[in-house]
């Protein structure tokens, strides 16, 4: 208890520079804290919104469905599966997908693409496609004979709501799958390659149009929280009715996802590790200085019978108590500033229109987790051990008679 006292008073010997030390910590340690819960929300945020699109949290299907998909490959009585599903604590929402790829025929042009049949009421609150419908609107639940398109396949194909075409496709049956509809609404989601090439159309008319017999190609599923989708998986996977079936997750579904966001985390941690850099290099000059100052101080205390060991432990106290200190105010403005922007949200001002475009909303909200808290503090705990013992392990190599002469 001495040795820490006499090292706190230490420290206030050249109050300046320890306060600049403790300052940049403190700087270090609450941008580490916010950035770090931001970018976690943040990430949260393009998850859901992408998932929400198109693959939803977990989908079953048959195995080597998502690899190669075959309009054979089918989920067989999918209601008895969603009635077990839906009970899952943690599942917000359980709905069929069945897609085929078709020759689309307009009055002038033809295109290929993706035509997926949906249940409307069930999209309502598992996608976020519904509410991306630029032109017309989105199907409803007594909709038949209408469909909704991509907003580059529509002027491609010089189609405007309440227009007429054809579809061409086969039947999982080997037959000819052929129906005309009428345009009810043109969505725009802000990616390229789903307004090209997507269509919906009611999953009624795609059972009927296509021989389904009831079987769908996705049981598609959302949770209420990102990270229950895991052990929702593992629940689902465990159920009769899906023995034989795959369980996949949203980072089996989407892998190009998970690669950007993995990329992205790895330039912010390149750039924390320049942050904590300069934190290191504060410390350690803070502590040749010291040491650099104080070098009769220990000439005279070693001379007297005090061994190094003891100077180096005193010395390392020094350090850490600096370093906790700042650490400790740090990570509680971290905190404050990182609750603030969880409710009040940060605004993405010019690029809020265009992110809204892919679904992600104009305000991001940071996500305060473990790993945001502790995460920034320990490697600045540890960068600073390290720097701080640089400078200090010179102390045993002193000579008493030399150090007191300087």
């Known amino acids: 208890m001495t040795d820490v006292l006499l090292a706190w008073r230490n420290i206030w010997r050249n109050p300046r520079r320890s306060v600049l030390t403790m300052l940049a910590i403190i700087f270090a340690t609450t941008l580490l804290v916010f950035m770090l819960s931001f970018q976690f929300g943040a990430y949260d945020d393009m998850i859901d919104s992408s998932v929400r699109l198109s693959t939803g949290h977990l989908q079953v299907q048959q195995p080597g469905y998502q690899d190669r998909p075959a309009v054979r490959k089918v989920v067989e009585n999918p209601e008895t599966i969603k ?53 017309g609107s989105y199907l409803a639940g007594t909709d038949s004979g209408v469909g909704v398109i991509g907003a580059l396949a529509a002027r491609h194909l010089k189609l405007d709501v309440g227009d007429e075409c054809v579809f061409l496709g086969q039947g999982r049956d080997g037959s000819v799958a052929a129906t005309a509809l009428r345009i009810k609404g043109i969505f725009k989601t802000g990616i390229e390659q789903y307004d090209r090439a997507a269509m919906q159309i009611p999953l009624a008319d795609f059972d009927t149009i296509f021989s389904m017999a009831g079987s769908v190609h996705r049981i598609m599923i959302t949770v209420d929280q990102l990270s229950e989708a895991p052990r929702i998986a593992n629940l689902a996977r465990a159920l009769p009715e899906t023995q034989g079936l795959a369980v996949l997750t949203w980072e089996e579904l989407n892998p190009g996802l998970k690669q950007s966001i993995e990329l992205d985390l790895i330039s912010g941690i390149v750039m924390y590790l320049i942050l904590v850099v300069v934190v290191a290099f504060s410390i350690l000059n803070t502590f040749f200085m010291a040491i650099f100052e104080r070098k009769k101080e220990f000439g005279v205390l070693m001379s007297i019978g005090m061994k190094p060991r003891r100077l180096v432990k005193l010395m390392m106290m020094e350090s850490m108590s600096m370093t906790l200190t700042g650490l400790i105010i740090g990570v509680a403005l971290g905190i404050g500033c990182t609750m603030l922007g969880s409710v009040y949200g940060i605004s993405m001002g010019d690029s809020g229109e265009f992110m809204a475009q892919y679904g992600i909303p104009d305000r991001l909200y940071p996500t305060l987790s473990w790993a945001s808290v502790l995460i920034g503090p320990a490697l600045i705990w540890v960068v600073t051990f390290i720097t701080a013992l640089i400078p200090v392990i010179r102390i045993p190599r002193l000579h008493p008679v030399e150090a007191m002469r300087s």
């Open 83 to 135: 009635q077990k599903l839906i009970f899952i604590d943690g599942v917000e929402a359980v709905s069929f997908r069945s897609e085929s790829f078709v020759l689309l025929n307009a009055e002038t042009r033809s295109k290929g693409l993706m035509v997926t049949g949906v249940v409307a009421e069930d999209e309502m609150r598992l996608s976020s496609l519904p509410d991306q419908v630029v032109r």
